[in-house]
């Protein structure tokens, strides 16, 4: 420890700018690392969610980019002729978020209503931590409790059992809904056209819907429902059938891809951004990795005088290269640690602007995704400090410690 | 007396970038406790060489090296280090000193790697020492606001703080005026005289050559 001490103050970090330089190399590769891991994992989760809907004979709809959405020209009988004939032929997965309401709650954030139907329900294989799952039969009315299901957030100001009174706007009337389950902490939603980001339900309402549901509800709902409904069990001659209807209703133009479409499309945007993202990092990760190299055996140049001199009065090559691990380590748990607390910040920072979508919960903040990402970024730095410093170690005894270095 | 360097070397190859040099080809040495040995010979002929096998540095080279009665081959690497710490000593050029250690710092070096609780630090002979080479008034200052002739004393200092059984000096007075080369080989003699010290001189000086028991000389290798 002496020594090591002895090293770390009077030849290491007289070298400052090399510690500096070294610093901010691995900060780099580190993050490039972390961040990297963290969107292609991001991405596999949202893939292993559409991949369970993406089956054969499933549909989903897309509103033709072409398309214009003009509100006032779709009547609400033009949804909900939609929906009849919807319910006449197919079995649908109905699912829409993003509805906001004011629901007073004890961490003060903006709530989320979440509305599907039985068959998203199913597909979706919600976790629970407390509860039972959704029933979809209820009968709709205003004097009956709707079942829901809470996030974990919003469970500590309403518990299983508790009833929430509350105008949804979906409706425009006031309803009583009634916890009946708590979701898993951190469950979330992956954007079905954006993979790696994703909306997490902690502080999100699950409102069963069932066609009563939907014909009570306002346009908004409706419509935001058929944007990406899911079809089940069908063919695509007859999706063809329904994109004709949803045109002549509502006067929009809607694709229903099928399975090898939607692989088709994963693997032309996705897997290759995802290829060529990887490939980037690699070659960034690689050319950092060279240029910490190049300013270790620099640096070693300039400290090998003082090496030498370590040599000659009683240090070896085992208690140096024991300095070297150990100054390494320093400065990789210096980065693993300004990393994490990045990390733990933009994680707080949801919860500081009330960001309900985003907000997690975690040691420390932290989710498993950063968790596995910091572990992925730690065994790097294991690989990279031992390619570092056997260099280091290789070039040391490559010039000969010798009284020739002194002269 | 019985040597305690016996040293036979094949061959000693010497890399440098594509090329390679042989050198110290059939070269033997046998050295006696007390001895004091002058090496000369022209440039690149491998008088460093030598001195970095004689003092544990270098073990790449094919030969037989005994020290003190041991083949210096059966020793690990720590036990060489520990060698060269408490048996050998260097005195070098007066830039063999660390910069961002006072010249105090530099002289007790390898008492620092020797473990405080060997006890090795006498500070009557510390005292003895400094005062002998009169270098207690810059015992504070880092080595760059020293003068040659002190850096070479404050190297000379650390080379034998240990008291070592060899000193292995390699052109020790090479940039030094005639007052400080005196001063410096007189205290390498007088190590010699008081402690029985085993002194090696690697030298291109035929007149301080001249001053050692023996003058090795050495010739490029054919």
Known sequence: MKLFEFFITKIFLRKVIFSIAMILLFFMANYTIFTATRLILSTFQGYQEVKSMNQEGTYIANLNPDSNIDMDAIAENGTQKVYDYLNNNFKYAFYTDGFIASLPNNDDMEISFSYMNEEYYKLNQFELSQGTDLNFDYQFNKDKEIPVLVGKGLSKTYPMGSTIKIELPVLEQSMTLKVQGVLKQNAYHSNFHALNSKNYYNFSVFLPVNQEFITHANIDLQLNGLMDIIILQTTKEKVTNLSEIMQDNLGLKFNFFSQKENFDYFNEYYLHSLKIMSIITLILVVIIICHSVWNALVSIRLMLKDFTINLLVGLSY??????????????????????????????????????????????????????????????????????????????????????GVLQ | MTNIIDLSIREKVYKKKKTQLSILNNFKLEVKAGEKIAIVGESGVGKSSLLNIIGLLDTDYSGEYTLFGSLTDNLHASELAQWRN????????????????????????????????????????????????????????????????????????????????????????????VENRERIINLLFKMNEEFKTTIITVTHDLEVANRHDKVVHLERSK
Not at chain 1, 321 to 328: A, G
Not at chain 1, 359 to 384: E, N, Q, R
Not at chain 2, 125 to 146: R, T
Not at chain 2, 164 to 169: D, E, G, K
């Open chain 1, 318 to 403: 085992s208690k140096l290269r024991k300095i070297l691990y150990s100054y390494f380590g320093i400065l990789f748990s210096i980065n693993l640690i300004v990393i994490f607390f990045i990390t733990a910040y933009s994680r707080y920072g949801s919860w500081l602007r009330k960001d309900a979508a985003f907000v997690t919960y975690g040691l420390f903040g932290l989710i498993g995704m950063d968790w596995f990402a910091l572990l992925v970024v730690f065994l790097f730095d294991i690989i990279f400090g031992m390619i570092i410093v056997e260099i280091m170690l290789r070039k040391i005894k490559k010039i000969p410690i010798s009284l």
């Open chain 2, 86 to 177: 408490q048996k050998v000593g260097f005195v070098l050029q007066e830039s063999a000193l660390i910069d961002s250690l006072t010249i105090e710092e530099n002289i007790k070096l390898p008492l620092f790697y020797a473990g405080t609780e060997k006890n090795f630090f006498e500070p009557e002979y510390f005292e003895n020492v400094i005062n002998a080479i009169e270098i207690k008034s810059i015992l504070k200052k880092k080595p760059l606001e020293c003068s040659g002739g002190e850096k070479s004393r404050a190297v000379f200092a650390r080379g034998i703080i240990m008291k070592p059984q060899i000193i292995l000096s390699d052109e020790p007075t090479a940039s030094l005026d």
